[in-house]
């Protein structure tokens, strides 16, 4: 089974990841703060990715660490 991860660098997607990969699963980790151009916001982007990868799962975990920048610029 192939599984895609948004915000997989991030404390929760990192422990998932590895979790996953000892159970077997195939990840495809997505997180702005390792690839710059993986940005979830660009829809084309998505598209390509999910196309490309065909996966079964999308585990989407990816945020703002930040609460005050999410209020300043939603």
Sequence with gaps: MKIVITGSEGFIG????????????DIVGMDIRIHANQ???????IQKTIKKEKPDVVIHLAARATVELGMANP
Excluded: E
């Design 39 to 45: 940005d979830i916001r660009d829809l084309s982007f």
């Design 14 to 25: 990192q422990h998932l990841v590895k979790a996953l990969i000892l159970l077997g699963y």
